[in-house]
């Protein structure tokens, strides 16, 4: 990799994606980049980041089978990507509610849907070459297989999550905080489930589809993380965080031309670097 | 017309509540405004079971319940025994405090009724504190905080005074009791036989399977057996 950087260095290519070419690319990087960390933040405050991971192999698992099916023959191809996106808000409408009827942050439900679905995928593909490059292609994260209709998808998904973040501030806070006092005081706990179930199997489905699990659930948790360490109330997370994966997503995605680098892949190393650089940061600032 | 005041905020009539097998039967009671009631009994005893029958978090298993505030839940505060304030991202106390606000609020009725919660708390000065670093005693506090920026009728508590210290138990009973003179009906779920003694207008005691209503007095009695 070192060499590709020397040799990309030399050879001065732009910083910047060529338009007609990455444009979309871009923009669903940016759009999800900053819908993802929105959606994490409830994750995290719940304690279930790990259900990201979950709903996204349990996405790619139900591509696989469309896929296996030969479903990708019908309706433009598009029937894998509903299979996923059916897959991704019952997983996460499930999952959700299970922790609200238990209290409890089942991680061990998250991991059996994380290996079971991951592997699964692998397994009902294993004899489809087309098949296991899609799977693949789903688990390593690539941005660069982004359309037109990526982009609309990524952009509804973000006005959606601005939305409910912006109208429903404190009851999010109440479901996500609490949920057992939430329901006490009258929230329709179980509504409320299956509304951010429907809102995060969509957005992570799609995002998983598009841009593949890593870039998927690094945008979601890394710059909540990142954005802990600058805020000091919950809604300054809610603030930084958007504006962390964005960037990241755009530093990912101007490293990924300048050195001919996977884009979503420099994009979580980005978020992944800046988290501990910003604690030191916060750290030494508490210190002085 | 009938008084307002005069219909019970919470109660039940011959209850009967547990998790698949019954824990404890025959409960009867009703809580008024401005009454102080203590459901007191041992660990395991079906106290909390209770509590959440009467919330409607479960179903009775018989009787009937009488719906909270008459089915209007805004109208409760309720602060739980078990509580995450621990929270893995910084969270300042008002927006905790403002979590048991409904939606719909206009942003500057919304700030009134946090700082008027905080004030009646005593925690104004720690409004922009993050929950983290709060101690035992200002996060239960904080934990009241966020009932009453509900401004309730009926304010449900599940062990409130569990791992406070002597002084931080004294001034939220203070607290509570403040609350109580302004009119505020209080239903308490404690295994503190001492501060139920001191505090309370009504007692329930759970034991062996059954609910009974006692005079604050007969306490004493029941701290001594404790005690031997």
């Known amino acids: 990799m070192i060499g590709t950087v020397v040799r990309a260095a030399g050879d001065d290519p732009s910083w910047w994606p060529a338009w007609d070419l990455w444009g979309d690319a871009f923009l669903v990087a940016l759009l999800f980049g900053a819908s993802l960390p929105l959606l994490g933040v409830v994750l995290v405050l719940r304690q279930q980041m790990f259900v990201a991971a979950a709903v996204g192999q349990a996405t790619a698992f139900a591509i696989a089978v469309a896929l296996q099916c030969g479903l990708h023959a019908h309706a433009g191809g598009t029937v894998p990507l509903v299979a996923g996106l059916a897959a991704a808000v019952a997983t996460s409408i499930l999952v959700l509610r299970a922790m609200s009827a238990r209290a409890s942050t089942i991680e061990a439900r998250n991991a059996w849907l994380f290996l079971a679905g991951g592997s699964g995928a692998m397994v009902v593909v294993a004899s489809s070459p087309h098949g296991m490059q899609e799977v693949q292609r789903l688990m390593l994260s690539s941005l660069v297989y982004a359309g037109p209709g990526d982009v609309l998808g990524a952009g509804l998904g973000l006005g959606v999550v601005v939305l409910l973040a912006w109208t429903l501030p404190r009851r999010l806070a109440a479901w996500a905080i609490d949920p057992g006092t939430a329901a006490a005081h009258g929230i329709d706990v179980r509504a409320m489930d299956v509304m951010i179930g429907t809102c995060l199997g969509l957005v992570v489905g799609h995002a998983m589809a598009a841009t593949g699990l890593a870039f998927t659930f690094g945008s979601m948790v890394l710059p909540v993380l990142c954005a802990r360490e600058l805020a000091g109330s919950l809604r300054g997370v809610c603030l930084w965080a958007p504006a962390i994966g964005a960037s990241s997503a755009l530093a990912g995605m101007m490293l990924g031309n300048r050195f001919d680098l996977p884009p979503g892949q420099a994009a979580v190393c980005v978020a992944a670097a800046a988290g501990p650089v910003l604690r030191c940061l916060r750290l030494r600032r508490s210190v002085q | ?228």
């Not at chain 2, 927006?95 to 005593?122: H, K, M, N, Q, W």
């Not at chain 2, 720690?126 to 401004?151: F, Y």
């Open chain 2, 1 to 228: 017309m009938a008084d307002p005041l005069a219909v019970p905020l919470i109660g039940a009539h011959d209850l009967a509540v547990g998790r698949g097998r019954c824990l404890v039967r025959g409960v009867t009671f009703a809580v008024a405004a401005g009454d102080s009631w203590f459901v007191v009994g041992r660990n395991g005893s079906g106290k909390s079971t209770l509590l959440a029958t009467l919330l409607g978090m479960l179903p009775p298993l018989a009787g009937a319940v009488l719906a909270p505030c008459g089915g209007d839940r805004a109208a409760l505060g309720y602060v739980a025994q078990e509580q995450r304030l621990k929270l893995p991202l910084p969270c300042t106390v008002a927006e905790f405090v403002g979590s048991g606000l409904p939606d719909g609020l206009v942003r500057g009725e919304a700030r009134r009724r946090i700082e008027a919660a905080l004030a009646t708390i005593g925690i104004a000065p720690l409004a922009h504190q993050d929950l983290r670093a709060l101690s035992s005693g200002e996060a239960r506090r904080t934990l009241v905080a966020r009932a009453m920026v509900r401004r309730p009728r009926l304010l449900v508590l599940d062990e409130p005074t569990a791992n406070l210290d002597p002084a931080a138990t004294a001034r939220l009973a203070s607290d509570l009791d403040r609350l109580r003179a302004e009119g505020v009906a209080l239903l308490h779920v404690s295994h503190d036989l001492g501060l139920a003694r001191r505090h309370a207008s009504h007692v329930l005691f759970v034991a062996n399977g059954s609910a009974q209503v006692l005079a604050p007095e007969r306490l004493a009695t029941l701290d001594a057996m404790e005690g031997a």
